[in-house]
């Protein structure tokens, strides 16, 4: 059975899906999962950083534009003070309850950004990751994957929150964009990719066909 799906969507996807007319991952795309989770019974959205009160103080550190010196070690510790937190308080509890999780961004993008991004080295940060959350991985990640100029256009277009992370160069975001795709493709069993450079409706469509798929799998 699938414990928590947990979504890592690349720069832009949420706020241009939000100028779209698709919403957010939350507010439009939880309803036609919770038609493909039948056979669950609660599904609980949640969003990283932040989730919860120490988190969401952590997130305006990270994010605010105000503190663009930050060192991208001291980046990486926040993200993950922040994850352990939530881990803790919300995640853990609500899986023993037998609930979904669905998560915008999750441990996967701290070696997308903080390690292919920065150039950190993967497996310290691997290591540091297993320690903020208690070794707890996802049972399913979905890339929502768009060229990083595309995506970060859709972005400023979309008029939602610009933040540090944002802030970075563009081959900073290529990076990333690669670094999520190498993962992708290393663990295809993990990982499903959509292709968000296309009509709303059709990204719908195949994240409703790559969920169903994988619940199936599941429980089969």
């Known amino acids: 059975m699938i414990s928590s799906c947990l979504f890592q969507a690349e720069d832009g996807i949420r706020d241009a899906q939000e100028s779209r007319g698709l919403g957010d991952v939350y507010k439009r795309q939880l ?9 669950m019974t609660q599904l609980l959205a949640l969003r990283e ?5 120490i988190s969401e103080q952590v997130r305006q550190v990270i ?3 105000k503190n663009t010196g930050m060192n991208p070690r001291t980046e990486i510790l926040l993200f993950l003070a ?4 939530l881990v803790a308080e919300v995640i853990r509890p609500a899986l023993a309850e ?18 292919y991004g920065h150039g950190n080295d993967l497996q ?3 290591q540091l990751l297993d320690f903020a959350t208690g070794g707890l991985w996802p049972d399913l990640t979905i890339l929502f994957d768009i060229d990083a100029i595309a995506g970060l ?7 939602g929150e610009w933040n540090r992370l944002d802030d970075y160069q563009i081959a900073f975001h290529q990076k990333v964009r690669d670094g999520y795709l ?10 499903a990719i959509v292709n968000a450079d296309q009509e709303i409706e059709m990204v719908q469509t195949d994240l409703r066909r790559l969920v169903l798929e994988r619940i199936k799998t599941a429980r089969s």
């Open 98 to 115: 037998g609930k979904v999780i669905l998560c915008d961004r999750y441990a996967d993008s701290t070696l997308a950004y903080q390690g």
């Open 124 to 126: 310290i940060l691997q």
């Open 63 to 65: 994010m605010t534009m």
């Open 49 to 53: 950083p932040g989730g919860t009160e």
């Open 31 to 39: 309803p036609h999962q919770a038609q493909l989770l039948e056979h």
């Open 182 to 191: 190498a993962m992708a493709h290393k663990d295809p069993k993990r990982w």
């Open 82 to 85: 922040a994850r352990a937190q």
């Open 153 to 159: 256009n859709r972005r400023k277009v979309g008029g």
